[in-house]
């Protein structure tokens, strides 16, 4: 099963920690991504598109403001969610103040 995981953290609350704890953290975050999964940081800014009328509509703004901002998001397999719980609990988001929201993907593939 794939699970998105959702990472949110602040730079600040990064910067807090020594230079060990945080290549203990990013050591975490290379036993995901040597699981294969895919990981990427997002930038503190985004499109937001809608379309309720019919006419696609955009609006451009920073998330800066926020405690904890969206920092980044990976997509993990995993046979249980308990699996992907132990793999994110130290990673750096979840350990540095801000945390890992986890959500099983459903496969919509035609069959």
């Known amino acids: 099963m794939k699970f998105l995981c959702l990472a949110y953290g ?3 609350d990064w910067k807090k ?3 060990a704890e945080q290549n203990t953290l990013l050591a975490a ?3 995901i991504r040597d699981r294969r999964a895919f990981m990427s940081a997002v930038e503190n800014h985004a499109t937001t598109v809608t379309a309720r009328d ?6 451009e703004h920073p998330f800066a403001t926020s405690r904890v901002p969206l920092a980044g998001f ?3 397999e995993a046979d ?3 699996d992907v719980v132990r793999l994110v609990a130290d990673t750096p988001c979840a350990r540095a103040g801000g ?3 986890i959500r099983p993907l459903l ?5």
């Open 74 to 76: 990976s997509i993990i």
């Open 99 to 101: 945390a890992i929201e």
């Open 29 to 31: 975050d290379q036993r």
């Open 107 to 111: 496969d919509t593939s035609p069959h």
């Open 17 to 19: 920690l020594t230079p």
């Open 10 to 12: 602040s730079e600040a």
């Open 54 to 59: 019919g006419t696609p509509k955009t609006d």
């Open 80 to 82: 249980d969610i308990d």
